[in-house]
């Protein structure tokens, strides 16, 4: 079993209460071999919210609020999910400030990218866990 990011899977779950289907995952998903998640709706936040981006090890909206605390919450449970579920790989969604591996945006909201992981990516990878994006399917 894989966890996926739901915005993959085609849930209008992003920010923008938009999607970005991955044909690859939606069959993952469709043949019961994945499970779609969101860490950021796990972490308590609703779609639509505020833009987000990791800015010198903090995620803060684009208006400024801090809200790292809560996405450290959120991809804690996501680590519990990933245990109680046995999974040792997950997709997640490139560049974003919780799922992004490798690359994410460098908090000015310029589309800049920097090296880095997201939030509960970070935390997965600490704890054994395969992250890949949908761009390395």
Do not use: W
């Amino acid at each position: 079993m894989k966890l996926v990011s739901a915005c993959l899977a085609g849930f209008n779950v992003r920010h923008d209460a938009g999607n970005k289907a991955n044909k690859k995952v939606m069959e993952l998903v469709k043949r019961g071999e994945a499970i779609p998640i969101c860490p950021e709706q796990i972490a308590g936040f609703s779609t639509p919210r505020e833009a987000r981006e990791i800015k010198e090890g903090r995620v803060l909206t684009k208006t400024g609020e801090d809200v790292t605390g809560q996405l450290q919450k959120g991809a804690e449970k996501v680590l519990q999910m990933a245990k109680e579920l046995g999974v040792k790989e997950v997709i997640f969604k490139a560049k974003s400030p919780s799922c992004g591996k490798g690359k994410v945006y460098d908090g000015t909201f310029s589309g800049k990218l920097v090296e880095g992981n997201g939030i509960a990516t970070e935390l997965l990878l600490k704890n054994g866990v395969k992250v890949l994006t949908e761009g390395e399917l």
